[in-house]
């Protein structure tokens, strides 16, 4: 934590948590950052890969399909699914299965697993046949751990087993902006971002990576992004302090901010959003993809160790 971050901080007092109910007042279909949605089937669904092609050289598109999605919906940026994987040691996949044809719910195995929470993306049904399809990006590693390994080595015909999305929530639809602060985890989830909100949004995004020194670094951002999009976005990166950023660009009362990636880089923003500039609840969404040393860091754990509070 950086001292820019710590001096952000404020004490909380009556009027802060009369603030931090107001954010937690039920979604207003009138307002900007309204995301329709709801509760989904949750459950199990095997899937086979159909198609695997590089969008751009960082990145394994890995394309699912298969009877069990027949029912599968995905409509917003934020959904994700646990994909269950092979042990990379013995090549056998445990996961759950489905509690029931139709039914809601998973049976969970006994054994260990290898799982990971992945963004789905370009969830579809082909025209023809009626199939459903979607598809993962895999970011490839110099050091790979078993997802990232599991993509780069993917071919048809290989299978798998997804859970969820558990529920679902569109992006906002009348914002007049979005501001997008990610990694190389989620950069797929901000090609969703942008596919998936009107034309007239403008869309910015904050390419979270210190090795991206010189602006020809982020020409593959862009490529990626326009790709997944098929529209431009303003990109820029940051090494810095990702709040001193996100202060710099400005939230004015018609920005939406999503940002997600390494949980600890993501404390002294989400402080900044909702301690020092208060915004409602509905005006941001943060995730933490990963942490730093932590193998497996579940994304529904608190951000900010000193407010476990959403």
Known sequence: MTDAATARTRPTSPAARGASDARRAPADPASPFFRAGGRLRFTAREVVVSAV????????????????????????????????????????LVAPVA???????????????????????????????????????????????????????????????????????????NAARVLCVVDGTSLPAAGRWLAEVPATTAVEVVFD????????????VRTYLRGASGREASVRSSSGDLADEVLRLGVDAGTFVFAA????????????????????????????YWKRGTVGFDHHAPIDPDDLED
């Open 53 to 92: 092609s590089r969008p751009v050289d960082e990145y394994v598109r890995v394309t699912f399909s298969g009877a069990d999605l027949a029912d599968f919906e995905s409509n917003g940026p934020t959904d994700h699914v646990r994909v269950f994987f092979p042990d990379p040691a013995t090549g056998e």
């Open 99 to 173: 509690a029931g044809p139709g039914e809601d719910g998973i049976v969970r195995p006994d054994g260990p697993v290898v799982s990971r929470d992945f963004t789905p993306l370009a969830p579809r049904t082909d025209t023809a046949t009626g199939a459903r399809s979607f598809d993962l990006d895999f970011l490839l590693h110099d050091d790979p751990g078993p997802a990232a390994s599991w993509g780069a080595a993917a071919k048809v015909g290989d299978r798998l087993v997804v859970v969820g999305p558990r529920g679902s929530k569109a992006a906002p639809q």
């Open 209 to 220: 990576d210190s090795a991206a020194e010189a602006e020809g670094d982020l020409v593959w």
């Open 261 to 288: 990636g390494e949980a600890s880089r993501l404390v002294g923003l989400r402080r900044l959003l909702k301690a020092e500039l208060r915004l409602p609840r509905d005006q941001y969404a943060l995730s933490g």
